[in-house]
């Protein structure tokens, strides 16, 4: 006996696992068993049976009307062609695949016809066969079966073709072994040659670096030497994993990374360019192999079992190669590097932390368990941190460097750490202003060595490499690994259209986001020329040369390349590309003498010009000298570089909606192996088993599924941009459909933009408030003055120049209250230059009638309004009097607190309080008289700081504005309210100015109490009053109130010193959802408010940027209100300010958020229907034919997916919001239901088709059919019947789920869905109820072979018909039964309907809902 040899043995036994075989038969019923009646099934007839041709040795042996013949002067050959004269070599066609070579010539005769066969068993259907052809065609019944070499005459059927037994030492076995061997070996060696290296390496490492160690750690005299320790040590893991990398914490706390350097190595390099060809060797394997399926497996010598046996294995390690490309790619190049030292690295390996995902509902065990799984699974496989490579480089001075995320790490040796440089040129404004004279040529590159050209490079890949970064992710893989089995195993056409689907998708996504790179790296890189002063010398120079410390020149017209102080001059920047803020905003120049911190987004913002800002106007003040300006931050360090980081390199935001569809995905795997099981039990076993259930998965598992679930978005982020609202981070629409709490600024955003003037109230005798002061007279108030020339003249002064307007192109520059202030006072603002008379600016007042007083007035100092002093203050000189003013103004609280007590009347807080309760924008001036020659003269005020500037000052009135409600947001907070959603004032003005509009706009509940918190210095606490009566409802017990506040409604407000109280005493989070407005609210604490909301739910925020900046960043979805290009502040921008706009984007977010759990479901019903369907195929042997599923995936999917993404957003907000749990109560309800709905129709459909007598009988038989031909086993009725219900199944899903409830228009709206879901019922009742027709039979339905068509009374169709691969011939159906079934789906519809509106949707919802509610936030709305 011929021994085997262990690798054939072993492939035996691998393979032995794998037999293909079917069973004939359901496991539960006997086919064509009994009647009806109970009696036994006759054996049946086998329509229309086509005939084999036969093959004889002389063409005279062929009966007559089989005979071929030839025109004359040709002759018939043995390939059956006729031609003149006939070659040796051609093939007989009566030769067989896998079958010894014909002896002699063989003629094949004319053939193709069709027998009956009456009384057919198909365990005996080979001599049936040919018995009944025999007697049909004419011949003996003893002709036998092929065979090489007949004596005259055989059948031409071929045998089942034999290519000899395997000796696996075929060539497709040579080339598998040399291939799959060759990766398998040069990556072993290759991890076991860098494993040595970098051994070595190491151990050199740790050597020298001890011995350096024991001479640094003590001096030659034996005293110890201080050691430098980093700041923040490496862990002891890190040190153990690797002691050449190096542990940093980076500018900010919580960027942790760790670096590793590498460098090349010639065997890595070829090894590495070896994988790459492997890569491609896998694919040209898996083209070989399906090749090979369609060539009767001859490289495997026609062995089918072994070849479908080696795809799978094939199939596995093709995933994996690829899957593990996709997961390491950014750790792959360096596997083919050695790691070592930085001295010696070219490359370093970036590994920081995965960005914090920030999980926006309340998660449950499951999520918990399954997000504990996934990170257990990534941090196995190194996955938990995000990687990077970048190349390591060296300056001119061979400091190391390496560039990532677009900032330069510098290696300091001193702390033997990687860091971003940062310079400290001084930390007051004082020191910075001292900075006039620039830097050096030599010091200039030193810094550029450090911190890199000021140009923020931006790759943007070609659209080749844009291509294959998109096909890089795992669910690509996922898809195109599934396509390989429908490319293999005769699916090819569904393969191609899904493949097309699959690009076309995916180029669309290529190429808008190279268009957002493309829009992202013209905003981000800039380069210009500019005047630098080095070396004491202006020189011209690029813009990426400037570098910190250097001072350049502001020129009008230039866009500002960094941030910077301004030294001199007078700027005005327009800032409305970088914050939004309408208006340009006016500059003033750092003061030598101010001691104050700088701080750039705080009190240093109006001395700081930012990148990206224009510059309109630059004014010199210095004769003989230019507008200069410090550079301060370069490149990322910028305001504007930060946010392009943030764009570039954004922090992922998992939406409970992301994290659920993992563990639906889990659970449809699960479905999957059910699927699998039932295979193996009922249908098949190995191969075909396995092949049948990676069918399922994929079905069950739509590669359409996450384009699906994003274009909900795209479309509704369309239709934002119909209402000129911009999105430009589309996950964030959905975001916005959950939205619970909308925080407003008020003034711009509620109220219209500008202010109108409307007057002051001084006190009495205000023009001789010097003399009321020495005579200690107490002070009241005069009567208010709503027209400026009836205030007294003193006053006037005050408005007309305590302020810092400005005039650009005959345009007024400045805050809008100013503008309007100084408009208001009809004085002049002279535009005559001030080099020469120091004069900061002139001012002279209206002269309306001749004599009238026209001395003009000078501005000697000025400093600017900050948030953090929330006042101003400006030193006058009088020419008329030759008097110094100086005039400070602020927030009326503010201005009490710096003026002198005996200057404020006894009822200021009553006075102020009422305008501002009555809707007025209040602001006070103080004023002080100053004695030239007491301080000295001019040139003394001049160094004065603002301290002392705007000590011992006097009140001197109350400068009053009007603030006017939008006509439009009183409709549309109302309508935000009415929609569940809690609206909050975030403003910077006064308290009782925000509860006047809070209530005009009804935003405050009407005959709500409001109580105002306020902090009191004296007894270190927030006092609580009623701001309708405060004297009688004075330091209330808030708590009280609140616990009655069901009986009597009450609303909190809070000032911004009570909001920080609040805080500190870690109190706010146990009245915020009570507070209603929060006043006197600086940038920061805006910020911090919104972050608190945050906390307690999903949380908006609009403004017309400026100073809401911070909060509109910081919130979950943020809107900014500007006609400029605010991308970079918040994800949404409008240039409609309205209120309007922000319910616009609720209406749409839950819209789109309703239409994306619709997709989703959609697509799981999808895969749900192919489940039960593949369920039943496993059962009865069948399956649908194969145009019918072309239809389902293409045709049927595809555009109603696209048709359901179309739903139009509801008219109005509802009172709740749509679910975003993907496994919450309400969507597997609707899942649920719709599945054990449609599970009981088919049921029924099968038990009504089981009752019939002309099925009974007649049954689909496996054993009596060629499963080879597996798109031929629809030829039957269950088929028909299974394909009819599911397709009805797969149609009315759409329309199920098109239903619009609260959140979308009902569903004759979306008139694409309606038009082709009607289209699709009609063509699928239409398969349904005709008699055979051309179209019908395209799909197999009640279709037959034309011959048995005829025979049982109906007119063949003219197309072409495959003939049928079952006995009975036809899958016609009685026409009663057809009508029937129709009903039967139509009912299945209206079930399904009826379920989904009445039930998940209707009354038993609300029902349900009443009884048992699910916890959500509970706040007043």
């Not at 007697?135 to 059927?157: F, H, Q, R, Y």
């Not at 209406?1147 to 619709?1158: C, D, E, N």
């Not at 597996?1270 to 009315?1292: G, H, T």
Request: overall charge neutral.
């Amino acid at each position: 006996m011929r021994k085997l040899s262990p690798l054939k043995l072993f492939i035996l036994i691998v393979f032995s696992w794998f037999p293909f075989s079917t069973y004939a038969t359901p496991a539960f019923n006997k086919v064509n068993g009994y009647q009806r009646n109970g009696q036994p099934c006759p054996l049946p007839t086998y329509n229309a049976y086509q005939c084999s041709k036969l093959c004889v040795r002389d063409i005279q042996n062929c009966p007559t009307q089989y005979r071929p013949s030839c025109a004359s002067g040709l002759t018939y050959c043995v390939d059956g062609s006729c031609q003149t004269e006939c070659s040796q070599n051609l093939v007989s066609a009566c030769s067989c695949p896998g079958a010894p070579a014909i002896q002699g010539h063989l003629y094949p005769c004319h053939g193709g016809e069709t027998v009956d066969i009456p009384n057919f068993n198909a365990s005996n259907m080979e001599a049936q066969t040919m018995q009944a052809c025999a007697n049909k065609i004419g011949v003996p019944d003893t002709v036998p079966a092929w065979n090489p070499n007949p004596s005259s005459i055989m059948w031409g059927e071929c045998p089942t073709p034999d290519y000899g037994p395997l000796t696996y030492h075929e060539p497709a076995f040579i080339a598998l072994y040399t291939f799959y061997g060759s990766c398998l070996v040069s990556l072993i060696g290759w991890t076991l040659y860098k494993r040595f290296r970098e051994k070595v390496i190491k151990m050199k490492f740790n050597r020298i670096n001890t011995s350096q160690n024991i001479q640094k750690e003590y001096k030659d005299d034996g005293s110890e030497e201080e050691k430098k320790v980093p700041s923040e040590n490496p862990s002891k893991a890190i040190l153990n994993d690797d002691d050449t990398s190096s542990y940093l914490a980076s500018l900010e706390p919580e960027e942790k990374m760790t670096i590793k350097a590498y460098k090349r190595d010639w065997i890595g390099m070829f090894i590495f360019f070896l994988y790459i060809i492997q890569t491609f060797g896998m694919i040209a394997y898996m083209i070989m192999m399906t090749e090979d399926y369609y060539t009767e497996y001859l490289l495997f010598r026609g062995n089918q079992t072994v070849q479908a046996s080696i795809f799978i294995a094939m199939w596995y390690i093709f995933f994996g190669w690829f899957a593990a490309l996709v997961m390491f790619q950014h750790r792959l190049p360096n596997f083919f590097r050695i790691q070592c030292t930085y001295s010696e690295g070219q490359y370093v390996q970036v590994e920081k932390d995965e960005p914090a995902m920030i999980f926006l509902e309340a998660d449950d065990f499951i999520m918990r368990s399954v997000r504990r799984l996934e990170q257990w699974g990534k941090k196995i496989m190194g996955l938990d941190v995000v990687v990077n490579t970048s190349p390591l480089q060296k300056t001119r001075t061979g400091t190391k460097y390496f560039v990532y995320q677009c900032t330069r790490f510098v290696y300091h040796p001193e702390t033997q750490l990687f860091t971003p440089h940062e310079f400290d040129l001084g930390g007051t404004n004082a020191e910075l202003a001292k900075q006039k004279n620039g830097l050096t040529n030599e010091e200039a590159a030193k810094r550029e060595e450090l911190v890199g050209p000021n140009f923020i490079e931006v790759y943007v890949p070609n659209v080749l490499m844009a291509i294959l970064r998109e096909f890089s992710s795992f669910f690509y893989i996922y898809q195109f690994t599934v396509l390989w089995l429908f490319y293999y195993f005769a699916y090819w056409q569904v393969g191609i259209a899904d493949t097309a689907v699959i690009l076309l998708s995916a180029m669309v996504k290529v190429f808008v986001r190279l268009r957002s790179e493309h829009r992202i790296k013209k905003m981000a890189e800039f380069t210009d020329d500019v005047n630098i002063l080095r070396d004491g010398q202006w020189e011209t120079k690029s813009t990426s040369d400037l570098v910190p410390g250097d001072v350049f020149e502001v020129a009008e017209g230039k866009t500002t390349p960094v941030d910077a102080v301004v030294l001199n001059g007078n700027i005005v920047a327009d800032e409305s590309s970088l914050t939004g803020e309408p208006l340009p905003i006016r500059k003033f120049p750092l003061r030598p003498d101010d001691p104050t911190p700088y701080d750039r987004i705080g009190a240093g913002k109006t001395s700081t010009i930012f990148a990206g800002t224009t510059i309109s106007q630059a004014e010199r003040t210095e004769q003989g000298q230019p507008v200069r300006a410090l550079v301060t931050h370069t490149g990322t360090g910028t305001d504007k570089g930060e946010l392009v980081k943030k764009i570039l390199f954004p922090t992922r935001v998992a939406f409970v909606f992301d994290e659920q569809i993992k563990i639906v995905i889990l659970i449809l795997l699960a479905c999957g192996l059910v699927c699998l099981a039932l295979a193996i039990w009922l249908y098949a076993k190995g191969t075909s088993a396995w092949f049948y259930a990676m069918f399922a998965i994929a079905q069950l598992v739509s590669p359409l599924l996450p384009a699906a679930l994003v274009v909900g978005q795209s479309v509704a982020a369309g239709r934002l941009r119909d209402h000129h609202i911009f999105c430009v981070d589309l996950p964030r629409i959905l975001m916005a459909g959950k939205v619970q709490l909308f925080c407003f600024d008020k003034t711009g955003t509620l109220t219209r933009e500008g202010l109108e003037f409307y007057g002051a109230q001084p006190i009495a005798d205000v023009d001789n408030i010097v003399n009321q002061r020495v005579n200690k007279i107490e002070p009241e108030f005069s009567i208010h003055h709503e027209k400026v020339y009836d205030v007294p003249r003193l006053m006037q002064m005050g408005i007309a120049t305590c302020h810092a307007v400005t005039i650009l192109n005959d345009q007024f520059i400045g805050n809008p209250v100013d503008i309007e202030m100084f408009k208001s006072s009809k004085w002049k603002l002279e535009m005559t230059s001030h080099e020469k008379d120091d004069y900061v600016d002139t001012f002279t007042p209206p002269v309306e009638t001749p004599g009238d007083n026209s001395a003009p007035v000078h501005i000697l100092k000025r400093f600017e309004f900050v948030h953090a002093r929330m006042s101003m203050s400006v030193a006058v000189l009088d020419t008329m009097t030759n008097k110094v003013h100086v005039f400070v103004k602020g927030a009326y609280e503010k201005i009490k607190d710096l003026s002198n007590p005996e200057s404020i009347p006894k009822n200021y807080d009553e006075t102020a309080s009422e305008l501002a309760r009555s809707g007025c924008y209040v602001l006070a001036v103080s004023h002080r008289e100053l004695d030239l020659d007491e301080i000295g003269g001019l040139e003394a005020l001049r160094h004065w700081n603002r301290d002392k500037l705007e000590q011992n000052i006097d009140f001197m009135g109350l400068i009053i504005f009007k603030n006017q409600l939008k006509e439009d947001t009183t409709e549309n907070i109302l309508e935000l309210k009415r929609g569940a959603t809690r609206t909050i004032m975030i403003t910077g003005d006064t308290a009782l100015t925000g509860v006047y509009i809070g209530r005009q706009c009804g935003m405050v509940e009407e005959g709500s109490r409001v109580l105002l918190g306020d902090y009191n210095h004296e007894q270190d606490k927030v006092i609580w009053f009623d701001v309708d009566d405060p004297e009688t409802f004075n330091d209330v017990n808030v708590d009280d109130y609140l616990l009655n506040s069901q009986h009597t409604p009450v609303e909190l407000a809070v000032t911004g010193k009570a909001f920080h109280w609040l805080v500190d005493q870690d109190l706010i989070r146990k009245y915020l959802l009570d507070i209603r407005v929060f006043a006197r609210m600086t940038p920061n604490g805006k910020v911090q408010c919104v972050q608190l909301h945050m906390e307690r739910g999903i949380t908006a925020m609009t403004g017309d940027g400026g100073n809401d900046c911070g909060a509109l960043r910081a919130a979950h979805v943020g809107i900014a209100m500007s006609d400029a290009e605010a991308s970079i502040v918040s994800p949404f921008s409008t240039s409609v300010r309205s209120v309007k706009s922000c319910v616009e984007l609720l209406r749409q977010g839950r819209g789109a958020l309703a239409t994306s759990i619709t997709n989703y479901k959609y697509l799981i019903l999808y895969g749900q229907v192919m489940m039960m369907l593949k369920i039943f195929t496993f059962y009865f042997s069948i399956t649908m034919s194969q145009n019918v599923w072309i239809a389902i995936d293409v045709f049927i999917t595809v555009f109603l997916t696209w048709c359901v993404s179309n739903s139009k957003a509801a008219k109005r907000l509802a009172p709740q919001r749509p679910t975003a749990r993907l496994l919450g109560p309400q969507t597997m309800a609707s899942a649920m239901g719709l599945v054990a709905i449609n599970w009981l129709f088919l049921i029924g459909a099968f038990v009504m088709l089981y009752k019939q007598s002309w099925f009974r009988c007649h049954e689909f038989d496996a054993s009596a059919v060629n499963l080879a031909k597996w798109w031929l086993l629809a030829d039957n009725y269950e088929a028909a019947i299974l394909a009819l219900v599911c397709l009805y199944d797969f149609i009315n899903n759409a329309a199920v789920f098109n239903f619009g409830y609260k959140f979308r228009q009902s569903w004759w709206r979306n008139y694409p869905l309606v038009i082709l879901w009607a289209g699709y019922i009609v063509i699928v009742s239409y398969w349904t109820l005709a008699n055979p027709n051309n179209f019908g039979c395209l799909f197999r339905f009640n279709c037959g072979t034309k011959s048995v068509l005829e025979q049982i009374g109906y007119k063949p169709p003219s197309r072409n018909i495959e003939p049928y691969n079952t006995p009975l011939g036809h899958n016609v159906m009685p026409w009663d039964f057809r009508w029937r079934l129709w009903g039967l789906c139509v009912g299945n519809m209206v079930a399904t309907l009826v379920y989904e509106k009445l039930v998940v949707l209707g009354p038993v919802h609300a029902f349900l809902a009443r009884h048992f509610p699910v916890e959500r936030l509970k706040v007043k709305y």
